[in-house]
């Protein structure tokens, strides 16, 4: 008896490679920096029609009527950029102005209580000549403080560690020099639109690259900010559309010999 032999090619792949995204209005695309999974989703819809007139309906018709692209990858460069992405918001640079002589009053104070300066969202950067005066809780007039037995001071991120009791309210003056704070800050922006672009280097298998020319990535995950055991990571969901200009949603695709 004769046994046919396959008449094909087997195309086993260990999958690897790099994720590329460029925004929507801006002209360069970004390498997302180690990815550790990528994963595509194609679901779809279908309307059917059954017979209805016999004891066993029959299927007469399926229409495909609707198909979902959507994706998914983590990405384990921690870089500000990436988690401006995460947070849907944006990363810049804010500046912090010469800090002149300033005083803050903070009113029901107690021992070992953390007071944090500055009324911006985050507290003055570099402050020096810090000098605390408490109200004292018998009295209810100024009492002198002293550095290292009374309170402690963080310079670097500005602020004020009360360690004994006996005083109602401090007040703190202090000074600061200029500074430049690296920022991501959240916006309203919940999703990202623009390409993405994947770039094959498999450990195994033939190299074929995937393009999509209009995605819209959205943070999906947890972000673990402290473990023992896993090094931090963030993922995206990735919603696949077909642009308007003509092209397709996905192109998979390698250089011909």
């Known amino acids: ?87 849907a918001g944006k990363y810049e640079d804010d500046t912090q102005s010469t800090i002149s002589s300033t005083q803050e009053t903070f009113e029901d104070t107690v021992p070992g209580g953390i007071y944090r300066l500055g009324v911006s969202p985050s507290s003055p950067y570099g402050v020096v000549d810090v000098t605390v005066t408490g109200v004292s809780d018998e009295t209810g007039s100024p009492s002198p403080l002293s550095e290292g037995d009374d309170y402690i001071v963080d310079e670097e991120y500005g602020a004020v560690q009360l360690l004994k009791g006996g ?10 020099g200029p500074a430049t704070v690296h920022t991501v800050k959240t916006t309203d922006q919940v999703k990202l639109r623009g390409s993405l672009l ?48 003509g092209r397709e949603a996905i192109y998979y695709y390698k250089k011909g010999a």
């Open 1 to 87: 008896m004769a046994v046919f032999k396959p008449d094909h090619k087997d195309y086993p792949v260990l999958g690897a490679g790099r994720i590329y995204f460029q925004q929507e209005g801006e002209e360069h695309e970004r390498y997302l920096g180690d990815t550790p999974e990528l994963s595509l989703t194609m679901t779809s819809e279908t309307v059917d029609l059954f017979s209805s007139d016999g004891p066993v309906a029959e299927l007469r018709a399926s229409v495909l009527t609707q198909i979902e692209r959507t994706g998914n990858f983590t990405c384990n460069n921690i870089d500000p950029e990436n988690i401006a992405l995460f947070f």
């Open 167 to 176: 005083v109602t309210e401090i007040e703190v003056t202090y000074t600061g």
């Open 198 to 245: 994947f770039i094959a280097d498999n450990s195994y298998g033939e190299n074929w690259n995937v393009f999509m020319p209009s995605v819209e990535l959205a943070p999906d995950g947890d972000f673990s900010m402290k473990s023992r055991t896993d090094f931090q990571e963030v993922g995206f969901a990735i919603s696949i559309s077909t642009p308007d200009d």
